[in-house]
């Protein structure tokens, strides 16, 4: 069982940047991949980064690429979000995910935990 825990939402202007974390319980973070979603209101939920165990392979979603950098500390039990150049387009609830399939994954039925999720509000 693993509890997820995200924190580093806010309201920021256009252009302005934040940083997400989410922070894992347990000792065996290191053995999942984590992945980071988003749901806007009235929309589904999209993908947005995933990143390996190991943090040597990660990847993102088009829109947010060049933009948005996942990364993790095994040691600290955490994955961060890091957010620059953010539009208005990226106002979401942001959610962190870990998956224990071996693969890096965009696909949210492969996450069985789920954080509670953090609002992320850019105004233009």
């Known amino acids: 069982q693993v509890q997820l825990v995200e924190s580093g939402g806010g309201a920021v202007q256009a252009g302005e940047s934040l940083r997400l974390s989410c922070t894992a319980s347990?000792?065996?973070?290191?053995?999942?991949?984590m992945g980071w979603f988003r749901q806007a209101p009235g929309k589904g939920r999209e993908f947005v980064g995933v990143?390996?165990?190991?943090?040597?392979?990660?990847s993102h979603t088009d829109s947010v690429k060049g933009r948005f950098t996942i990364s993790r500390d095994n040691a600290k039990n955490t994955v961060y979000l890091q957010m620059n150049s953010l539009k208005p387009e990226d106002t979401a609830v942001y959610y962190c995910?870990?998956?224990?399939?071996?693969?890096?994954?965009?696909?949210?039925?492969?996450?069985?935990?789920w954080g509670q999720g953090t609002q992320v509000t850019v105004s233009s």
């Open positions: 347990g000792r065996t973070f290191s053995m999942y991949v």
């Open positions: 990143i390996s165990r190991s943090g040597g392979s990660r």
């Open positions: 995910a870990a998956s224990a399939k071996s693969y890096p994954s965009s696909y949210p039925g492969d996450y069985a935990y």
